[in-house]
């Protein structure tokens, strides 16, 4: 396989990409366990939300003897407490990268400036349309779940879990529920290409071919209801309030991060923060692949990974043209 890079991007990390080592033969124990470090440890997106989640819980977020009765004062304290972190999050991504321009376009995939206009966007602009979606649409939705949630666990509906029953199963859940998240969003978001789907729902997120910190939360609201629906696992799989608030914050928040449009934030030479992902950046692009990311390997097993390379990128258009005739 030819690993030459693509043609056409600022800038690409190194290809071809690969999924996790533990879906790759032979096995390698040291790629995996410098993958979990990565993926978890120093400077880590998902270090960072286990922190906001514990801090979320407990000062910001209602008691569970609270959340049994529904009323409107506690509701709108969670929505207030998840409009401003989604705010802080992808607010302080643009304003950095791309208001303030701290990086210039130093590890930034697309050469291209974000749409300032455009007859697509539901309010005439790229960003004013990707945070409407995101605050009117996407953090509503994604307070409703909590609420949903929290009334259950009050309620005895949704089992609970506690640190002194099963200390073990406690912290492995946080390693699993981004492991569920990535099983989860292969299998929706192929779905949401099926072209009625695509047409009628999921068209609004591709408006962003170039992506910003506000594109990745910016859905349809069905789409949103579909997304943000992966925490109903927990109806099932016991959890704690913590983990409630961590599998939803992961996933809303990494939208925004995923989305940055760069690949890390460089601090003295060296990218300390790694942010968006090629993988998905190409999705954004040409559509038609890339669909789940590198966590588990459903895109290799269906045919739908693009690698980065030139080679990859060749066998991807075929793949779009077919898709394109079958949906005339």
Request: charged share 15%; aromatic share 16%; glycine share 6%.
């Amino acid at each position: 396989m030819s690993d030459e890079p693509l043609r056409g991007w600022n800038h690409t990390p190194n290809v071809p990409l690969q999924v996790s080592p533990f879906f790759q033969w032979p096995l390698r124990p040291l790629s995996m366990l410098r993958w979990v470090w990565d993926s978890w440890f120093l400077i880590a997106e998902r270090l960072i939300i286990v922190a906001v989640a514990f801090i979320s819980v407990t000062f910001f977020q209602p008691p569970l003897e609270e959340t049994g009765t529904l009323a409107i004062g506690w509701i709108a304290e969670m929505w207030a407490r998840n409009l401003i972190l989604m705010t802080l999050v992808a607010g302080g991504l643009h304003l950095y990268f791309y208001t303030f321009t701290k990086q210039g376009k130093r590890l930034k995939y697309d050469p291209r400036p974000l749409m300032k206009n455009g007859r697509q966007f539901t309010l005439g602009g790229q960003i004013r349309d990707n945070m409407f979606w995101t605050l009117a649409s996407g953090v509503t939705v994604w307070t409703v779940y909590e609420v949903l949630m929290f009334w259950a666990m009050a309620n005895g509906y949704a089992p609970m879990l506690t640190w002194a029953a099963n200390p073990v199963w406690f912290i492995a859940l946080f390693l699993v529920i981004p492991v569920w998240e990535s099983f989860y969003f292969y299998w929706i978001h192929r779905a949401l290409h099926i072209p009625f789907l695509y047409k009628h729902v999921h068209a609004l997120h591709h408006r962003n071919i170039n992506v910003g910190p506000w594109s990745g939360l910016s859905m349809h609201p069905v789409e949103h209801v579909i997304f943000l629906g992966s925490v109903l696992i927990h109806f099932v799989v016991p959890a704690n309030p913590v983990h409630i608030l961590f599998h939803l914050q992961y996933y809303a928040l990494t939208a925004a991060t995923t989305h940055t449009g760069f690949e890390g934030l460089v601090v003295k030479d060296k990218n300390r923060l790694k942010l968006g992902t090629f993988h998905h950046q190409m999705h954004h692009r040409y559509f038609e692949c890339n669909y789940g990311s590198l966590e588990l390997p459903w895109d290799k097993l269906f045919g739908s990974f693009h690698d980065g390379t030139a080679e990859s990128d060749a066998r991807i258009k075929e793949r779009r043209k077919t898709f394109t005739n079958g949906a005339k």
